[in-house]
């Protein structure tokens, strides 16, 4: 078949397959899987030529770990070393042992059962990670703590690489000493950050200067591809050396207009790669030995599972993120592929045991999606309920001046300040997930629902001076707000407002000091953008505070009538030909003492 028909049948079978499986909640991953699946040697066998596929369609796992590697600025990926080599390690080492002790119990000889062991104990980082962030949960508390396993898992790759002719007949051994071997890996690693520091800037910056979007597209790729088979030479992951070559831009000028080049070279590829996989798993096999295949799928899954729930619950201190953590790297990963086909090469293991591994693999990947699916529809909201159901723990060992209600990132500032101070305050936050990770810094923060008249009560809301209303959900800061006014009107009520709207409410209710958090944050720029134009501090602050004063008179005033659409632009129109009045009539005053 040639080039452009594989193509056709590759992109018709994305196209039809990814919408479908998205659709019913399972996931653009499972439908490439399974569409490698229909239009393979072991489906409709429209494409056949899977091993170069497969070796083709590796470099969108390289350009993913790239990506990733841009958004990893060399300070944060230090900040991941208690999750990368603490719980990366504990994992591969717990997980390995485990598999190659079930290995060994089954009758492999030692080499066979270790390569296998440690082998199926590597996840897929990119099947983990294209989920994660299909579901926005990257930058959570389990999201961080699977990339960095999933990064050592990438590093683990190396040794095991390595131990293949130490665990083999001799068949294809190097004759290359061992230290030469490492003097190279540290060489070529050398070589790769000092390019990364001080030559791959000074040529991103030559080719941006000839304006050409497709030039610094191709040099962009020039470099990954290129960093990733000189890695890749002295027995590297090419992915490792494609995440560090990212890293090392992380902090460049470039690095937006490299992501935004790189995406959708990584999209299409990476769904190539999946669409590989699961034309590579061998259908045939799983006909004729279901029970062992079946059993074997759900004995690494399991396995996987447990020992990331476990390590998960010591990190993270809590179940439901630790059986999510479990949940998204239980199957098996791509690098095993590579792994299994050498020690077959090398004569640690015969091909059926490798090929039914591979198997085994594959399969794991295609569990991963349900799973995760089962996980947020029916285990994710139980775990909810609980949290729901927690008792409210309210009870300040002194009266305290202030209580802040929301302890996120607003509260947070404040509370800074007051403790600066030495102001005493009673801090209220209504998510169990967010007080458990703030006490393991050290702030005291109680949990509950400040619009319950009880709780406010129990914060000795009737001794306090100012209450700060910070709380993020606009209906949960409503509910507070007419309960402290109901029932504690002494309080001086400081509030947070999302935006508009949510200040509109605020004032309905007769709170004088409502502060929108963008428009504060927004003035505080535009002082800083006048000033770089030319503007002095004080020209620029005194336009700050004309805009400020008559934005929050304007506020005052569309509250009364927000709810007329109509009334509110006639309103707008005029505030604008009022607020052009007052900076000519600012321009001309200067003008005149000038």
Not at 168 to 195: I, Y
Not at 237 to 242: D, P, R
Not at 439 to 464: N, T
């Amino acid at each position: 078949m040639s080039f452009l028909h594989q193509a056709l049948v590759f992109l018709a079978a994305a196209v039809v397959a990814v919408p479908l499986f998205k659709k019913l909640g399972l996931g653009s991953v499972l439908g490439y899987l399974t569409a490698g699946a229909v239009i393979g040697p072991w489906g409709a066998k429209l494409v056949t030529d899977v091993e170069n596929i497969l070796h083709v369609s590796e470099l969108g796992v390289v350009l993913l770990l790239f990506v990733i590697g841009l958004e990893l600025r060399p300070s944060r990926l230090w900040e991941l070393r208690r999750s990368v080599f603490g719980m990366g390690g504990a994992q591969v080492l717990i997980t390995g042992a485990v598999l190659a002790g079930v290995a060994m119990a089954l009758g492999l000889r030692p080499g066979a059962a270790i390569i296998a062991g440690f082998g199926l104990s590597l996840s897929s980082t990119a099947f983990a990670l294209q989920l994660l962030a299909e579901r926005n949960q990257l930058t959570t508390g389990y999201g961080r703590l699977a990339f960095g396993i999933l990064l050592f898992q990438d590093l683990a790759v190396i040794p095991l690489l390595a131990l293949l002719p130490l665990l083999g007949d001799g068949a294809s051994v190097s004759t290359e000493p061992g230290w030469l071997t490492g003097l190279k890996v540290v060489g070529v690693l050398v070589g790769v950050v000092v390019a990364g520091r001080y030559l791959m800037r000074p040529v991103f910056r030559a080719v941006a200067s000839f304006h050409s979007q497709e030039l610094f597209t191709a040099t962009a790729l020039l470099m990954v591809v290129g960093t990733a088979s000189l890695v890749s030479a002295v027995g590297l992951s090419m992915a490792l050396g494609a995440f560090l070559a990212g890293v090392l831009l992380a902090e460049s000028e470039y690095r937006h207009e490299l992501e935004a080049d790189i995406e959708p070279f990584k999209g299409l590829l990476l769904g190539l790669f999946f669409i590989a996989v699961g034309m590579s798993v061998s259908l045939g096999l799983i006909v004729e030995k279901p029970l062992l295949v079946g059993g074997l799928v759900v004995a690494l899954v399991v396995v996987k599972g447990a020992v990331l729930y476990g390590l998960g619950r010591f990190s993270l201190k809590q179940d439901e993120p630790a059986l999510s953590l479990g949940v998204v790297i239980s199957q098996g990963g791509e690098f095993a592929f590579v792994l299994f086909a050498l020690a077959v090469s090398f004569r640690v293991m015969d091909r059926a045991l490798a090929d039914l591994l591979v198997v085994v693999v594959g399969l794991s990947m295609a569990t991963t999606p349900l799973l995760y699916a089962a996980h947020e529809r029916w285990l994710r909201p139980r775990f909810a309920k609980k949290a729901a159901a927690r008792e409210f723990d309210v009870a300040p060992e002194e009266d305290n001046p202030v209580i802040i209600a929301g302890f996120g990132r607003v509260g947070q500032v404040v509370g800074r300040l007051l403790r600066v101070k030495r102001i005493g305050f009673t801090a209220i936050d209504a998510s169990p997930e967010h007080i458990d990770f703030m006490k393991r810094f050290g702030s005291k923060i109680f949990y509950g629902d400040a619009s319950r008249l009880d709780l406010l009560r129990a914060a000795r809301a009737d001794k306090a001076k100012v209450f700060v209303l910070a709380i993020d959900d606009i209906e949960a800061s409503v509910r507070t707000a007419q309960a402290v006014k109901e029932h504690f009107p002494h309080l001086t009520i400081f509030a947070r407002a999302r935006n508009r709207v949510h200040a509109y409410r605020l004032l309905d209710m007769g709170i004088q000091r409502v502060m929108r958090e963008t428009f504060a944050g927004s003035l505080e720029m535009a002082q800083d953008v006048l000033m770089v134009m030319g503007l002095t501090y004080s020209e620029s602050h005194r336009a700050l505070e004309r805009l400020r004063d008559h934005d929050e008179e304007l506020l005052r005033e569309t509250a009364k009538f927000h709810t007329d659409e109509a009334k509110l632009v006639e309103m707008a129109a005029k505030a604008r030909k009022e607020l052009e009045s007052l900076f000519e009539q600012d321009d001309k005053e200067q003008s005149k003492s000038a």
